[in-house]
């Protein structure tokens, strides 16, 4: 597993990339600034990239992320790729389906469940 | 608890940088810890306060480190009621396109407000608008409800 910056772990799962956020608390700028600055390059980088973003260390997040995620999946429609996002907590669940994020995400139960149907 | 603990009071004057207002947000969840509230009671509370600094800073004060946010608190074991209050020229709540609908949905920012008024059970802005008034109550049984929307 490589640590590409202090709040984002990746793993490979043959052409799968899981990318694991660290950070119980996801809310400051400089954080989505960071977690931006390594997930844009990644996607830039891998063709058709399958990410699967794993939740399972979060515990609170703000509007901001939503945004970045946004952001994420936009980019990753452009280069033909696939996102997937797994192990959201229930509190932060309640927030996507507050906000209907839950309706455009494609969200799993954990990384298993998320990795099914993926071209490994 | 303590009887003196049963009612907890603070106003800030801040300046509009995200350290102050997370220092202030820490101080406020950590007196709602003391009277009772437990995190996941909590959650929402702590979720429409960084919400509300975030626009504040951001939105109202424009990102001007010179400008100052206000905040007035109030917490007893039935409700958590905070104001925030900057020096931005104010919006329009009520003029502001709902983030759930249509093309929205795919906008990467705009749910600020629709995060406060899901998680507080009284949201009311100041007629200029740089001003929002909002409190959690609790129920009978001592627990915060859930929050609107998310069924």
């Given at each position: 597993?490589?640590?590409?910056?202090?709040?984002l772990?990746?793993?490979?799962?043959?052409?799968?990339?899981?990318?694991?956020?660290?950070?119980e608390?996801?809310?400051?700028d400089?954080?989505i600034?960071?977690l931006e600055?390594?997930?844009?390059?990644?996607?830039?980088?891998t063709?058709?990239?399958?990410?699967?973003?794993?939740?399972?260390?979060?515990?609170?997040?703000?509007?901001?992320?939503?945004?970045?995620?946004?952001?994420?999946?936009?980019?990753?429609?452009?280069?033909?790729?696939?996102?997937?996002?797994?192990?959201?907590?229930p509190k932060?669940?309640?927030?996507?389906?507050?906000?209907?994020?839950?309706?455009i995400?494609?969200?799993?139960?954990?990384?298993?469940?998320?990795?099914?149907?993926?071209?490994? | 608890?303590?009887?003196?603990?049963?009612?907890?009071?603070?106003?800030?004057?801040l300046?509009?940088?995200?350290?102050?207002t997370e220092k202030?947000?820490?101080?406020?969840?950590?007196?709602?810890r003391?009277?009772?509230?437990?995190?996941e009671?909590?959650?929402?509370?702590?979720?429409?306060?960084?919400?509300a600094?975030m626009?504040a800073?951001?939105?109202?004060n424009?990102?001007?480190?010179?400008?100052?946010?206000?905040?007035?608190?109030l917490?007893?074991?039935?409700?958590?009621?905070i104001?925030i209050?900057d020096?931005?020229?104010g919006?329009?709540?009520?003029?502001?396109?709902?983030?759930?609908?249509?093309?929205?949905?795919?906008?990467?920012?705009g749910?600020?407000?629709?995060?406060?008024?899901?998680?507080?059970d009284?949201?009311?802005?100041?007629?200029?608008?740089?001003?929002?008034?909002?409190?959690?109550?609790?129920?009978?049984?001592?627990?915060?409800?859930?929050a609107l929307y998310?069924?």
């Open positions: 597993m490589d640590q590409v910056n202090p709040n772990e990746i793993e490979y799962c043959g052409d799968v990339v899981v990318a694991t956020l660290t950070d608390r996801i809310l400051e400089e954080q600034q960071a600055g390594s997930f844009m390059p990644l996607i830039e980088q063709d058709n990239i399958q990410l699967i973003i794993d939740f399972s260390n979060v515990k609170f997040l703000t509007s901001s992320v939503l945004g970045l995620l946004i952001r994420i999946s936009k980019k990753i429609y452009e280069k033909n790729g696939k996102l997937r996002l797994c192990a959201i907590n932060i669940m309640e927030v996507f389906r507050i906000t209907r994020l839950d309706k995400f494609e969200i799993f139960s954990d990384k298993d469940d998320a990795l099914v149907g993926l071209k490994r | 608890m303590t009887k003196s603990e049963t009612v907890w009071h603070k106003s800030w004057n300046p509009g940088i995200r350290a102050a202030a947000c820490e101080e406020l969840l950590d007196a709602a003391r009277l009772g509230y437990d995190e009671e909590l959650f929402g509370v702590h979720l429409a306060l960084e919400e600094f626009n800073i951001q939105h109202g424009r990102g001007d480190s010179s400008k100052h946010v206000w905040v007035e608190s917490i007893t074991p039935e409700k958590i009621d104001s209050t020096e931005g020229t919006f329009d709540p009520d003029g502001l396109p709902d983030p759930r609908l249509g093309d929205n949905l795919y906008k990467c920012s749910r600020g407000v629709l995060l406060i008024r899901a998680y507080m009284l949201v009311e802005y100041n007629d200029r608008g740089n001003c929002v008034h909002m409190v959690k109550f609790r129920d009978k049984e001592g627990r915060i409800r859930k998310s069924e």
